[in-house]
């Protein structure tokens, strides 16, 4: 099997078909007894048991990865703790007991791969036996014989004389009373007029009970025979019957269809999840366009560009006919910052100071001596009046405003 030096690697990189590919090969060394005719023989033999049963082919081979990483690792434990105990029981002093990760080298990590492979090949060598054994069994029947051989022995001879002896009176002992025609007539027809036997009665039968099921009942129905014809298409592309698997085998169909109802199930639950969430971002979008915000002055984050210059303005008039001139005066100061935005001669942001947009002024307004000193003489008596003592009154807010003009007309 020189071929399978360079076949296996590559199964094992693709990774799909690397227990077909393996399979194969142990069945070439388990089959190639000298009966097969030729390789042609022996190649199709070893491929028809490779493609027989592939579901209990991969269970076995997680089987063996699983367990064969414990016999790896116990088998590497042993290789490390040799040195140590070649010291203990000895008393010889190696190179590799005094440094103890100068063995972990390609060699030492070759060595055990070897040595689990030495361990488990005979376990694998022992089950592609028993798979091609059972998997020529089914033509050959040779399983049948080895039971029966069992049998020839004289204990297996004596239990089944005395089975047979006490078989008639068992049966004499155990017969049924006689049942009454008219009972049994009635519970064959009640057997008949289930759903299972519902197809090989007449039509008039079957459309009788297809009425007692709902749409959805019938439609389901309709779909699984769908799916499972798809699915047996599929099945047989995939993994198509050889010779020697007449009889029972795995089902792709039946091993599928739970995977196809997950699905389906996810699909239809995915796609309610979007319907739910485009209605919520519609009803969202309309109410944030109903409900206007309306910022609270009273706080310090604040800033301008929550609202435009118009806005800001009539927040201050309301503001102004209420009474509360403080918050005014900020309202007014604010429209001032938004006109300046507007206009490009500052950049507003929630982190910026109002020193910050004086300087941001000054630097971007250098030809603009007026707009400059209207802008200082506006942050001058809103940082009086907010962050100081000054008392805000109506001729405050006057001037205030003409500040605003001055800045309006620059």
């Known amino acids: 099997q020189s071929i399978g030096l360079l076949v296996r690697p590559m199964a094992l990189v693709v990774g799909l078909p690397y227990v077909w590919v393996a399979t194969f090969f142990h069945n070439v060394t388990v089959l190639g007894d000298g009966t097969p005719a030729g390789v042609r023989e022996l190649s199709a033999r070893a491929w028809a048991q490779a493609r027989l049963w592939p579901f209990q082919a991969h269970v076995l081979a997680s089987f063996l990865f699983v367990f064969g990483f414990f016999v790896w690792l116990n088998v590497g434990i042993f290789f490390l703790s ?95 009373p006689p049942v009454e025609p008219a009972r049994l007539e009635e519970s064959i027809e009640r057997v008949l007029e289930r759903r299972e036997f519902a197809w090989r009665s007449p039509s008039e039968a079957a459309r009788k009970v297809e009425d007692k099921h709902s749409w959805f009942a019938r439609w389901k129905r309709d779909f699984e025979r769908w799916v499972e014809r798809l699915l047996r298409r599929i099945g047989k592309w995939l ?59 009273t706080k310090d984050e604040v800033s301008a560009e929550l609202l435009p210059e118009d806005g800001w303005l009539r927040m201050a008039r309301e503001l102004m006919d209420r009474g509360e001139l403080r918050l005014a005066l900020r309202a007014s100061y604010l429209a001032g910052l938004a006109h300046l935005g507007h206009r490009e001669f500052l950049r507003l942001a929630r982190h910026k100071s109002n020193r910050d947009y004086d300087r941001e002024l000054r630097r971007r307004a250098r030809t603009q001596p007026e707009l400059v000193d209207s802008f200082a003489d506006t942050l001058r008596s809103f940082e009086r009046s907010w962050y100081g003592d000054h008392e805000v009154t109506r001729e405050t807010l006057g001037d205030f405003a003409r500040h605003l003009e001055r800045i309006r007309a620059c």
């Open 82 to 176: 040799l040195p140590a105990l070649v010291k203990m029981f000895f008393g010889v002093e190696t190179v590799f007991s005094r440094h103890f990760m100068g063995m972990l080298t390609p060699l030492f990590f070759l060595s055990v791969f070897a040595g689990t492979y030495l361990c488990l090949d005979p376990i694998r060598k022992a089950l592609i036996v028993l798979r091609c054994f059972h998997g020529s069994s089914l033509r050959t029947g040779a399983d049948l014989e080895v039971r029966f051989r069992a049998l020839r022995t004289p204990l297996a001879q004596a239990a089944l004389a005395l089975l047979l002896c006490f078989t008639p009176v068992a049966a004499r002992a155990e017969t049924a």
């Open 239 to 297: 993994f198509p019957k050889s010779p020697t698997s007449d009889g029972e085998g795995w089902s792709f169909t039946s091993a599928v269809r739970p995977a196809v109802w997950v699905l389906l199930a996810i699909a239809v639950g995915w796609l309610i999840f979007l319907i739910v969430r485009q209605r919520r971002a519609r009803s969202g979008a309309v109410t944030a366009q109903a409900v206007a915000a309306r910022p609270d002055l």
